[in-house]
């Protein structure tokens, strides 16, 4: 409800864009709140304070011009350097119940100049953060209403605070498109764990992680973010580190601490889409098996990196392979099964983190495609990037 009402109307996504700490409840009735507001109490001192203001929308969803010019405070009266009440908002005081367990303590009544009218609700609840905060800007010149904090979402968001990424870019209709889907990623080591951090990013319902490895410091070098030496002292399941780190950010993010094996593939058939992200070749075979003829779209990834014959340089290519239900023969001829592999110093651990990363971007970016949310002319299957010469394939089109 919040990020939908606020994208739709740019008067709000002005106030959130801002920096105000802007919050919108709907229950029985429809309200606005400003918290974080600087004001000058009668001691002098600056405390912050809640504006209210009620929402009219019109059949479209969209806001109405303000009803009218009052506001309502949750705080004490906002005084002046003086510590007088400002005079020029005193309309009346006392506890006042508006409902939604908003209970406010004073109330406001000011016009703006020239016009007397509010055209929006930013003008209205700007103009009124500025009258009350001008006080408390004089005593304390770093106070501020523009605190850009997180805004928290409710349990029916995958987030734990809102999405204002999207919501600035007004791209929260695309962003949506993926909503629906519960998703797997096999395999966390350094493709399989970018491929995580980006989805995470995501609004997709549920991400499963499976994988049976602890983490080690080989690891902290092909990995997101940092990792502390207090956390290589004792290994954890990457399965339940990663889940435990981005569960401060997201619901849904759910680990498996286990290999795939014949015994327990049949569980991706549950899901709408499998990133495979494993350097075992029999393991992609497996999973393709099981995906393949249920029509379960996939991308697997994968790179191949070499010495040069002079051991100066490594060359080498980086994998992005889709199968869909639309296409998917070519899985056997592009697709490593076989586990023999030659002169693939990858199998060794070389640490190449950035081709990691550059993998997963490709795979998240095809994902991305395929779901509507990237124009996708070619409709590609196949696309591998040649390091040396700098150039990207796009093969097997649908």
């Known amino acids: 409800m919040l990020a939908d009402l606020i994208s739709r109307n740019s008067d709000l996504q002005r106030l959130q864009d801002d920096g105000y700490s802007v919050e919108i409840v709907h229950k029985t009735g429809l309200h606005l709140l400003v918290h974080d507001v600087p004001y000058l109490c009668a001691q002098r001192t600056v405390l912050r304070g809640t504006l209210v203001c009620p929402i009219f929308l019109k059949e479209d969803g969209l806001t109405n011009a303000p009803a009218n010019h009052q506001a309502w405070f949750i705080g004490e009266h906002p005084c002046t350097v003086d510590g007088l009440p400002i005079s020029g908002i005193v309309h009346s005081s006392g506890r006042n119940d508006m409902g939604d367990g908003i209970v406010t303590d004073h109330g406001f009544s000011t016009k703006p100049p020239v016009t007397g009218i509010y055209p929006d609700y930013h003008a209205k609840m700007s103009h009124y953060v500025n009258v009350i905060s001008a006080p408390a800007q004089h005593v304390d010149p770093q106070a501020t209403a523009k605190l850009h904090k997180p805004i928290l979402t409710t349990d029916d968001s995958v987030f734990l605070y809102a999405d204002t990424a999207s919501t600035r870019a007004g791209i929260c209709a695309l962003a949506g498109k993926l909503s629906h889907l519960r998703i797997a990623i096999v395999g966390l080591g350094g493709t399989g764990s970018f491929i995580l951090d980006q989805v995470v990013k995501t609004h997709v319902r549920e991400i499963h992680l499976f994988d049976g490895d602890a983490y080690y410091s080989h690891n902290a070098y092909r990995a997101p973010g940092a990792t502390s030496v207090a956390e290589l002292q004792s290994p954890e399941s990457k399965s339940l580190r990663y889940s435990r780190i981005y569960s401060s950010m997201r619901r849904g993010v759910v680990p498996h601490t286990e290999y795939i094996t014949e015994e327990n593939v049949e569980q991706l058939a549950e899901f709408d889409f499998v990133f495979i992200s494993v350097d075992k070749g029999a393991v992609r075979e497996l999973i393709a098996n099981v995906l393949i003829p249920r029509g379960i779209p ?39 099964t076989d586990d023999t592999h030659v002169d693939n110093d990858y199998g060794m651990n070389i640490q190449v983190t950035e081709l990691n990363a550059l993998n997963a971007i490709m795979a998240v970016i095809r994902w991305k495609k395929y779901f509507g949310i990237y124009d996708d002319r070619i409709q590609e299957h196949e696309s591998v990037y040649a390091i040396n010469t700098h150039m990207i394939t796009k093969d097997e089109k649908a």
């Open 298 to 336: 996939f991308i697997d990834v994968g790179m191949h990196i070499q010495m040069t014959k002079d051991a100066s340089t490594l060359v080498g290519q980086v994998r992005t392979t889709l199968c869909s239900p639309k296409k998917h023969d070519h899985f056997a001829r592009r697709v490593p």
